[in-house]
């Protein structure tokens, strides 16, 4: 541990509570079953298929009727 830091670690982090916590997590397999929740699983399938990369986003933006202005800011066409 360094001598001087940023932030003061909390009291659970100095007594190895969060450590012990984790390790349980990870030997009773809870971490696998939250990972294959329904709208975890959805969000994996929309990152392997690119649904993030900047051309998709921008196609989303103007298929909800955002468009650049002259100063960058987005304003709806229709109300």
Do not use: C, D
Request: aromatic share 10%; glycine share 6%; proline share 5%.
């Amino acid at each position: 541990m360094k001598l001087f830091r940023y932030r003061r670690p909390s009291l659970k982090t100095v007594l190895g509570v969060t450590k012990v916590k984790r390790r349980i997590k990870k030997a009773t397999g809870i971490s696998t079953i939250q990972s294959l929740s329904p709208s975890r699983v959805k969000q994996k399938i929309k990152y392997n298929l690119g649904y993030n990369k900047p051309i998709f986003k921008h196609t989303r933006e103007l298929s909800r009727g955002k468009v650049p202005s002259l100063l960058g800011l987005f304003s709806k066409w229709f109300k």
